[in-house]
């Protein structure tokens, strides 16, 4: 491309960017402070640089240090120590007691402070008059800034820090910055007297009316800066379409509900025993408010079954938990654990409502677990749901949905486990291989509904039921080896862009 035209291209923010970089590298954070820029412009700025050839960036991971919750009120109460000894000092020499009853701390943190004040001679004890130390007031002040050093983001060797890491005071943390430099095509461009010129990059009614002698930025027309610059619809989102349009072409019709759900339409009507370990199995995350709405005549029939159960015929019974069931908790609210609770809601609104019709549905949708993230375990995933009601259906029919799907997906190496769910009987865990991780991983869960949570609806057939993981799939599929690299801010830019990445996709 003609150094004219790209220079026509670039806005302020990537002009301002660039000559930060005349001189030398740069982080850019220190972009946005030298310039007062918002960090989303740099970092827009930065990528469009990167890929008209103008700079480069490198990630560099460094350690750095934060306040803790404690550290923040340190900060602006001072350091207990501190405290005190400021306090000695102003006045004069003073009794334990004194300090005690002067100072408005906590007792174990007051105890402590004046122990190591001692220790390290910040402090004298004769008889009973306490004195500072004064040589010892500049360190004391010194450590006592180290908070504000911390907080302002100064570099901070951890060493110096080591007794305030220790107490709690201050965290390490992992960071990752991009450093920034000019390449000789970048500088170049800096130098040219076009650089200089400013251009106007925003339409106004006024500046359209009166165009003449303006002088406005230029649009690049060629493709290959067009296809490096526009957006790509994120790859979680084509796979979910590609999910959703298997599900449509195998017949099934797509569900929906909120991701605040009452536990009543997550666990209740599932038969998950109240205040039993069963219902740990899903690490939820409840909500502090109450209100969900639930149909009445079914939480009686729900309770009902659950307490003690039902007879169709003399072979055909449930004894149920015998044990009380409390409607009173059904109404508080969560946020869903599994799409299952959508499942739940369908069977209610649909197939109870059309018991002669034989009904698919499926759902790609989120369940929130409150776990702690790793490699193979998100706080938020999107859950593969799938049911099947119909006559005659069992659990080779449930192995024949789950084989099939996986197999239009391209996974081949599944295998299935007896498992355990409130829910269903018999339940089944499908697990794939990964080769990347070189273990099998639990990909989805399975099984057909125990006649104790359908028999509120009235429903005596079986129904067919599986809830996949989906990350975990694309995981599989993309031979990633964390999950989290689907997520955030350091995602592979270039293979969410990669359109090859996409040609996975093709088989289906
Ligand atoms: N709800 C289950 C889960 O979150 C999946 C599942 C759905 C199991 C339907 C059985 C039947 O893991």
Redesign the pocket.
Known sequence: MEKENIIRMLNKTDKAVMTSLVNGEMFSTEIETNKALERSAVINSARKLLSLGLIRIDNITSTGVRLTALGKQYLTEGLPEYRVFNFIKKHGAVTYKQIFSGLSMDKNELNAAVGSLKKSSFITVEKDRVTINPDKEKEIVRKNSMLSAVEGGQSIDPEEISDLIKRGIVEQIESIREKLSITALGKEITKDREFAEEYLDKLSADNIKNWEGLRFREYSRNPEILNSLSGRSNIKTKFISFIKDAMVSMGFSEMHSNYVESSFWNFDVMMFRQDHPDRDI?DTVYLTAGGGKIPEGLLQRVKKVYERGFRRSKYDESIGYRKEFDGAKSSSLIMR????AT?FRYIYEFISKNKDKPAKFFSVDK?FRNETMDSTHLLELY?I?G?VYGDNLSVADLIGYIKQFYKRIGIEKIRLKPTY?P??EP?LEIQAFSPKLKRWLEV????V?RPETLEPFGITKNII???FGMERMLNLKLEMSDIRDLYGAYTDIDLLRDISSAKIFSEF
Do not use: K, L, P
């Open positions: 899903q654990g599994h799409t299952t499942t369940g859950q749901e049911i769910n829910y269903t339940s989805g869960n399975s099984g509904f039921a599986w809830g």
